[in-house]
T-cell receptor
C-alpha cells in the first residue's frame, strides 16, 4: 500500500462549490504539506502542519483552508471553488530531515 | 530569500546519450539541504536525493550522478546512458535550515522536462 494516499484522484466541480481533498499517510511523519502544481510554475505551498495543533499558511493560502484531524490525516478545503483553482494538488509528508514524500496527486478541475 | 533556478525548460536526447540537468540556487544560509525529485508522465513525485550543504562529495547511484558545487551554487544532475524510462519532469529544491522546531521552507524550481527519444 502507498505510504501517502490522496482522495479523490480526480474531481470536476462547479464554481462556488465547496470541496475537500483528503490526505492520509502511514509513514509516521509529523509534518504534512499541501501544494498545488500549475504548468511552468513548479510546486507552490498552500498550507503546512508540524503536528495536530500546528497549522501554518504557505505562500498561496487565500481561498483554501485545512484541517489536521490526526497525525496521519490532513485535509484541504476549497471554500468556494473558482476556475483558477484548477490545478494538480499534492499532499506531502516529511520528517525533520526535510525530504518530502508525496501522494499521487489530485487533479481538480473547476468549471 | 531562497531561490532555485532550472534554466532548462525542456531537453530532448536520444536514448543512450548522457544528459545533465542544471540547478542553480540562492540562499543566505550556510546550512541548507538540496533535493532532486522526479515526476514521470504518470504524475507522482518521487524523491531522488538529498544533499546537505556541508557535504560536497559527488554522489553516484547507478546511472544517476549529482555534482554539488558551493562555489557556483549549483547542484547538477547527470543521467548516463539515458533510457526512455528516464523521460520525466525533474525538480530541484532547496530547504534552508534545519532550524530547531522551525519550518524548513522548501523552494522548488520550475522543473526541467526531459524527453528521451528511442
Amino acid at each position: 500500500d502507498a505510504d501517502v494516499t490522496q482522495t479523490p484522484r480526480n474531481r470536476i466541480t462547479k464554481t462556488g462549490k465547496r470541496i475537500m481533498l483528503e490526505c492520509s499517510q502511514t509513514k509516521g511523519h509529523d509534518r504534512m504539506y499541501w501544494y498545488r502544481q500549475d504548468p511552468g510554475l513548479g510546486l507552490r505551498l498552500i498550507y503546512y502542519s508540524f503536528d495536530v495543533k500546528d497549522i501554518n499558511k504557505g505562500e498561496i493560502s487565500d481561498g483554501y483552508s485545512v484541517s489536521r484531524q490526526a497525525q496521519a490525516k490532513f485535509s484541504l478545503s476549497l471554500e468556494s471553488a473558482i476556475p483558477n483553482q484548477t490545478a494538480l494538488y499534492f499532499c506531502a509528508t516529511s520528517d525533520f530531515g526535510g525530504e518530502q514524500y508525496f501522494g499521487p496527486g489530485t487533479r481538480l478541475t473547476v468549471t | 530569500a531562497q531561490k532555485v533556478t532550472q534554466a532548462q525548460t525542456e531537453i530532448s536526447v536520444v536514448e543512450k546519450e548522457d544528459v545533465t540537468l542544471d540547478c542553480v540556487y540562492e540562499t543566505r544560509d550556510t546550512t541548507y539541504y538540496l533535493f532532486w525529485y522526479k515526476q514521470p508522465p504518470s504524475g507522482e513525485l518521487v524523491f531522488l536525493i538529498r544533499r546537505n550543504s556541508f557535504d560536497e562529495q559527488n554522489e553516484i547511484s547507478g546511472r544517476y550522478s549529482w555534482n554539488f558545487q558551493k562555489s557556483t551554487s549549483s547542484f547538477n544532475f547527470t543521467i548516463t546512458a539515458s533510457q526512455v524510462v528516464d523521460s520525466a519532469v525533474y525538480f530541484c529544491a532547496l530547504s534552508e535550515g534545519p532550524y530547531s522546531g522551525g519550518y524548513q521552507k522548501v523552494t522548488f524550481g520550475t522543473g526541467t522536462k526531459l524527453q528521451v527519444i528511442p
